[in-house]
Each structure stands twice: as structure tokens, then as C-alpha cells.
């Protein structure tokens, strides 16, 4: 399984934009990128995927660089309730969700 | 419906005691997972089943022991489990042949004494 890299933690302001990187250097050309986040106390969620494109969803934005070895995903203003755990998954047409160590988000007032 | 139900929420058991941890999907997912989740470490792959067949066991301990009845209900039979067992255990499903769109339940947090 190819593998991403995130940092460990990153801090936002409250209303402000956030901007979680992710590296994939050894992704494939059929891997799509997920992203999953985990709030506290909870189940993991799915937040948005991509192939190629930048996607735009309800609850966030990915950026795909041109030569797909890294990622972003963009939550447009932070509030509270986004403080979790993200996670940036690599994955094609199977079913083994394999999460690494993720980005823990902590939002200040 | 689009939730996976897990029950119990909490549970407590003794090393020689068996029980059974339950979950539950009315989406029409085909694809169904048990995960644990051991305090601040992502969660981890244990089985995974497609069609109602196990397709994945992730080289876990027969303490384990997984059962998918019918296509919207999973189980895992627990015995003989040990102290470091204990975790949270999430359910998961999804459509077939795709890591997108799973759905978790928020778990069971087991503790062994």
C-alpha cells in the first residue's frame, strides 16, 4: 500500500482558512486520494476523495498538485466543531481503508 | 437510514467471559469492517467482508471471531480476551471495491479486567 506522510499537529483560529498537507510521493496511477477525519469521541467520517482534479464538497477542498505526490485539503473557515483528527488515505478499487498516524487539528477560539 | 448502529456503547468483561459485539446498516452496503482503535493511534483494519463472505483477516487472534448473518448485520464473538484487547471496537460499511464513502459506527469501547 503506497504511503502518505502528514504532520503530527497543526493549530487554526476560529473562522479562519485551513490548510492540511499531505505527502504521497509513491502513489500509483489508479490511487485515489481520501480524506477521512475523526472528531473526538466519534467514528471516523468521510470528508472528501479525489484522482486529478481539485473536488469541492459541502465540507471542504482538496488540492491535487500537478504531478500528484502531494495534497491539500482546505477547510474554507475553521470553527470548533472541525478540531479531529485527518486523515489522508490512499486507495483504488478495493476494499482495505489502511489509515496512518493523521493531522490533529486543534481550533482556538 | 444512513447510520451504522453499534451495541453496546460500553462494555466490561472478564477473561473468561464470551460476548458479542453488534452492528448494524439498512444503506445496502455490501461491504462491512470491524476496526480497533486503541487510545491516540488510528484505527486498525481487522476483517473485512464482502458479500456477506470474509474477504480480509488482518492475521488476528482467534479470541476473535467475526459472523456477517445477512447483508446488514455484523458481529464480532469475543473469548478468552486479554487486558490488551481492550479498546474501541468501530464498525464500518460501503459499497463494494471502493476505500470512499465508509460509513462507521461510533463504537464499542471495550474494557477487559
Known amino acids: 500500500d503506497a504511503k502518505t506522510t502528514q504532520p503530527n499537529s497543526m493549530e487554526s483560529n476560529e473562522e479562519e482558512p485551513v490548510h492540511l498537507p499531505c505527502n504521497h510521493s509513491t502513489i500509483s496511477g489508479t490511487d485515489y486520494i481520501h480524506w477521512y477525519r475523526q472528531l473526538p469521541s466519534q467514528g471516523p467520517e468521510y470528508v472528501i476523495h479525489g484522482l486529478t482534479s481539485n473536488v469541492n464538497n459541502r465540507m471542504a477542498s482538496l488540492a491535487i498538485a500537478e504531478d500528484r505526490k502531494s495534497s491539500t485539503l482546505i477547510l474554507h473557515r475553521a470553527t470548533l466543531r472541525d478540531a479531529a483528527v485527518y486523515y489522508c488515505?490512499?486507495?483504488?478499487?478495493?476494499?482495505?481503508?489502511?489509515f496512518g498516524t493523521g493531522t490533529l487539528l486543534a481550533v482556538q477560539p | 437510514d444512513t447510520e451504522v448502529t453499534q451495541t453496546p456503547k460500553h462494555l466490561v468483561m472478564g477473561m473468561t467471559n464470551k460476548k458479542s459485539l453488534k452492528c448494524e446498516q439498512h444503506?445496502?452496503?455490501?461491504?462491512m469492517y470491524w476496526y480497533k482503535q486503541k487510545a491516540k493511534k488510528p484505527p486498525e483494519l481487522m476483517f473485512v467482508y464482502s458479500y456477506e463472505k470474509l474477504s480480509i483477516n488482518e492475521s488476528v487472534p482467534s479470541r476473535f471471531s467475526p459472523e456477517c448473518p445477512n447483508s446488514s448485520l455484523l458481529n464480532l464473538h469475543l473469548h478468552a480476551l486479554q487486558p490488551e484487547d481492550s479498546a474501541l471496537y468501530l464498525c464500518?460499511?460501503?459499497?463494494?471495491?471502493?476505500?470512499?464513502?465508509?460509513?462507521f459506527g461510533s463504537g464499542t469501547r471495550l474494557t477487559v479486567v
Open positions: 444503506m445496502g452496503h455490501r461491504a
Open positions: 488515505i490512499l486507495g483504488g478499487a478495493t476494499n482495505k481503508l489502511i
Open positions: 464500518a460499511s460501503s459499497q463494494v471495491g471502493t476505500v470512499r464513502g465508509y460509513t
